[in-house]
């Protein structure tokens, strides 16, 4: 992205929906509308001439529909997801989709998603992460499916990356929670002093470790291996939370 906005397209078939979107998009600053259009074949061809950030896309219409077309996207392009169909939720962990907006949603529903797009991109410049877990709290909210689930971080084993989403595994819980998020923004908000990245894919919490075993943590009878960008870091922690 070369400027301080991020450039994007509405896609929808629906003209009230596609004017509803529009005036969303021109009253929210750091959005910039390049494109609009009333189907997914001619957003195919307007992103080969220009590549936008994000797309604000419906998923049925015709010909192709949302989902298709967002696999045809260049990588750097990312997706919200505007849809009368909650059905659709989980198939959008598997492409681009930054978050969904469940027809018929209001200015405050697409603000909240918007700045997820925001933060993605990179415009919000986070406190430094010691001042920032100083004053951190025990638990977080993640967005799963359409709810906003509290989670209590004493009760979180780890937290496995796939991708773009994150599975959290819980204490007495045999399912994890799905959210999207990337392991790296979600490291940042983590306590340092109750949280370790070990592996490219997990954050473990360290009260939660049962046992070492050469280069593999188990937790609840999973293991994980440190890797080896990791491991001298949780040696530097072993070292001086053991004795003998």
């Not at 045809?72 to 198939?91: H, V």
């Not at 070990?198 to 919490?205: K, M, Q």
């Amino acid at each position: 992205m070369k400027t301080n906005r991020i450039t994007c397209m509405i896609v929808d078939d629906e003209p009230m929906a596609l004017s509803l979107i529009e005036g969303y998009v021109l009253k929210t600053p750091f959005l910039e509308l390049r494109q609009k259009c009333d189907s997914a074949i001619e957003a195919l061809t307007l992103m080969e001439r220009e590549p936008l950030d994000l797309l604000f896309l419906d998923i049925q219409m015709p010909d192709l529909n949302g989902l298709e077309f967002s696999r045809l996207l260049p990588k750097t392009s990312r997706i919200i997801f505007t849809t009368a169909f909650s059905e659709y939720a989980i198939e959008g962990f598997k492409v681009k989709a930054l978050d969904y907006l469940l027809k018929p949603f209001d200015y405050a529903e697409f603000l909240t998603a918007a700045m997820k797009a925001k933060e993605w991109f990179g415009l919000i410049h986070r406190p430094h992460k010691e001042n920032y877990n100083e004053k951190a709290q025990n638990f977080l909210f993640v967005k799963s499916g359409y709810k906003q689930q509290k989670i209590n971080l004493d009760e979180v084993l780890y937290f496995e990356g796939l991708k773009d989403y994150i599975k959290i595994w819980l204490k007495d819980s045999s399912k994890a929670v799905l959210t999207l998020m990337s392991l790296k923004h979600l490291e940042k908000q983590l306590p340092a002093n109750k949280f370790m990245r070990v592996h490219r894919s997990f954050i473990v919490a360290l009260d939660g470790i049962d046992e070492i075993e050469r280069s593999q943590i188990i937790i609840n009878n999973k293991r994980i291996t440190v890797s080896k960008h990791y491991k001298s870091h949780f040696l530097d922690y072993l070292k001086k939370n053991s004795i003998g």
